[in-house]
């Protein structure tokens, strides 16, 4: 089992432009996570997703956008970046809605903006 | 108010010593609480899942008092492997998102 994967590690983008990060797990769970997580800070929630073909909003979720037409891939899309937008961004993944699941996490995206 | 506060680091301790992180949260709705260890530049990964009753792993022991709403983490005896982040997180019953404190460094120097 790969686990949690995403693609690419790293990017770096002008303004304007616009990119999608791909987030895959092959651990048949239900949820998937969007996070980013900057420089001192914890990781803040950006989108979610509790089922294929569902989306949530989470913490922080302006100028991005969501998809997860199969269950095992869930995609953050950037329309039009901002350097504001640089930042460290997590996918993770969780069974099922029980509360004691513990979420498992992909290697990271190293985004920046310039 | 954050919803989930921890102690404000670093903490820098010698080999050996005993080290205890506390962590607060301000919803009382949550009931599933965890300590996820996150290395410098790495993904979190999770280190031990915090139980009504304590719990404990090894050098590591968690404990939850709901009254107060806080957690604890005390690891006994520090390696320099333990030199990490320390992010609490807080679950609601069910709930689909987790939230996560801004973490504490550790540093252990020999």
Not at chain 1, 38 to 50: A, C, E, F
Not at chain 2, 58 to 81: C, E, M, P, V, W
Request: net charge positive; with cysteine; hydrophobic share 30%.
């Amino acid at each position: 089992n790969a686990g949690v994967t995403q693609t690419p590690k790293f990017r770096v983008l002008k303004t304007g432009q616009s990119m999608t990060l791909l987030c895959a797990q092959d651990m048949n769970h239900e949820y998937m996570y969007w996070y980013r997580q900057d420089p001192g800070m914890g990781l803040r929630l950006i989108h979610y997703s509790v089922g294929e073909g569902t989306t949530a909003k989470g913490e922080v979720p302006d100028g991005y956008n969501v998809s997860r037409l199969k269950k095992q891939n869930f995609l953050l899309g950037l329309e039009s970046a901002a350097p504001s937008q640089t930042s460290v961004y997590f996918c993770a993944s969780r069974r099922d809605n029980l509360a004691v699941n513990e979420q498992f996490f992909g290697p990271g995206t190293r985004l920046t903006v310039l | 108010r954050k919803e989930v506060e921890q102690d404000p680091g670093p903490f820098n301790v010698p080999e050996g010593a005993t080290v205890a992180f506390n962590c607060t949260y301000s919803n009382s709705a949550s009931q599933s609480f965890f300590w996820y260890r996150q290395d410098c530049r790495k993904e979190p990964k999770l280190l031990m899942s915090v139980y009504s009753s304590g719990n404990e792993d090894g050098r590591f022991t968690a404990q939850l008092n709901r009254a107060s709403q806080y957690i604890s983490l005390l690891i006994r005896d520090s390696k320099l492997s333990d030199s990490a982040t320390y992010l609490c997180v807080v679950r609601e019953t069910n709930a689909g998102k987790s939230t996560f404190g801004d973490g504490t460094t550790l540093t252990v120097k020999p």
